[in-house]
């Protein structure tokens, strides 16, 4: 069973830093690309960030760019987010997202995790 | 604001059809695949249909895709209760490099 679990939410305050991680299981992680993808409250579905199968090769959205980097070990079956110079609007629900190189967009996501930016 | 358009709400009773939309553009939706989700608050985002309409094992023929030009459309028939969620589409884009999602709409069976 695909299995994709986020942790390292939390509250953070303006101008702090978070590393979001997403533990994948129930696939060979190395062969999938991945996203974090993010919903504010109230908001939709809000892409964030993309990453390749080897890690080479990353996209970000205009709203991050600069700010956050993804990373991933496939060694450890894990995918990263680490979030500096946080703002009030980078609160949202974070999620993971596996995608199929043969695919275009994802197919499995993860349950979330919660990162709340105030002071 | 999106760049894929999707109207906020729809609507129907048990055992109708709805019809979600969503509207793009050259460089979206009518040059790339269009795919759909489904998502209830506080769960993970369950992929309805992948590459404009075509469905994933376990998902019902009650959904449906399709594509033309810039626009595309989800349909649902004979509505059930469960079908109460958030409906969104999603496309790569070629100009930004990225991948969009619509705004989202939710629908309330009556």
């Known amino acids: 069973e695909v299995q994709l679990v986020e942790s390292g939410g939390g509250l953070v305050q303006p101008g702090g830093s978070l590393t979001l991680s997403c533990a994948a299981s129930?696939?060979?992680?190395?062969?999938?690309?991945m996203n974090w993808v993010r919903q504010a409250p109230g908001k939709g579905l809000e892409w964030v960030s993309y990453?390749?199968?080897?890690?080479?090769?990353?996209y970000y959205a205009d709203s991050v760019k600069g700010r956050f980097t993804i990373s991933r070990d496939n060694a450890k079956n894990s995918l990263y987010l680490q979030m500096n110079s946080l703002r009030g609007e980078d609160t949202a629900v974070y999620y993971c997202?596996?995608?199929?190189?043969?695919?275009?967009?994802?197919?499995?996501w993860g349950q979330g995790t919660l990162v709340t930016v105030s002071s | 604001q999106s760049v894929l358009t999707q109207p906020p709400s729809a609507s129907g009773t048990p055992g109708q059809g709805v019809t979600i939309s969503c509207s793009g553009s050259s460089s979206n939706i009518e040059s790339n695949y269009v795919y759909w989700y489904q998502h209830l608050p506080g769960t993970a985002p369950k992929l309805l249909i992948y590459r404009n309409n075509q469905r994933p094992s376990g998902v019902p023929d009650r959904f449906s895709g399709s594509k033309s030009g810039t626009s595309a459309s989800l349909a649902i028939s004979g509505l059930r209760s469960e079908d109460e969620a958030d409906y969104y589409c999603?496309?790569?884009?070629?100009?930004?490099?990225?991948?969009?999602f619509g705004g989202g709409t939710q629908l309330t069976v009556l």
């Open positions: 997202a596996r995608e199929d190189p043969r695919w275009e967009l994802p197919d499995y």
């Open positions: 990453i390749s199968r080897s890690g080479s090769t990353m």
């Open positions: 999603a496309a790569r884009d070629d100009s930004l490099r990225t991948r969009l």
């Open positions: 129930g696939f060979t992680f190395i062969n999938y690309e």
